[in-house]
């Protein structure tokens, strides 16, 4: 079953003070670690590492016409800094793999499983 890794964390250097360059190398080489982790164990499908919540632009239709806006959706203390997908046999596998992830130690991962995937060019459910 497919689950999300959804990873919130502060922005780098908006509440306190900014991360070193060494602090910087440190979670990549963390991060790289773990993303071979996920894909030697055959659960990896995707990862995607997210720009500052500053540089978003939102889009909506809520009003009936389409309003784009600079700028994230609400002012958060965490905001989404990143998603990792992977197809792990239960909620508890998923778990273990979140409690694996290095950004943990600054940030939240929410564990969320898949409702629908969209796989090959079709929508497939768990």
């Known amino acids: 079953m497919r689950y999300s890794l959804i990873f919130h964390a502060p922005d780098p250097g908006a509440d306190g003070p900014a991360p070193t360059e060494e602090?910087?190398?440190e979670m990549m080489r963390l991060m790289d670690d773990f993303?071979?982790?996920?894909?030697?164990?055959?659960?990896?499908?995707a990862w995607e590492m997210l720009t500052p919540a500053q540089t978003a632009t939102t889009v909506t239709r809520?009003?009936?016409?389409?309003?784009?806006?600079d700028g994230p959706?609400?002012?958060a203390k965490e905001t989404l800094a990143g998603v990792v997908v992977i197809?792990?046999?239960?909620?508890?596998?998923?778990l273990a793999w979140a409690e694996k992830f290095p950004g943990t130690s600054y940030g939240t991962i929410e564990v969320r499983p898949a409702a629908t995937s969209f796989v090959d060019g079709q929508w497939t459910r768990p």
Not at 35 to 45: E, H, R
Not at 63 to 68: L, R
Not at 87 to 94: L, T
């Open 62 to 69: 809520k009003t009936g016409e389409v309003v784009i806006e």
């Open 35 to 45: 993303g071979q982790a996920l894909t030697s164990a055959g659960v990896f499908i």
């Open 73 to 75: 959706f609400a002012a």
């Open 23 to 25: 602090d910087i190398q």
């Open 87 to 94: 197809d792990v046999a239960d909620k508890e596998a998923a």
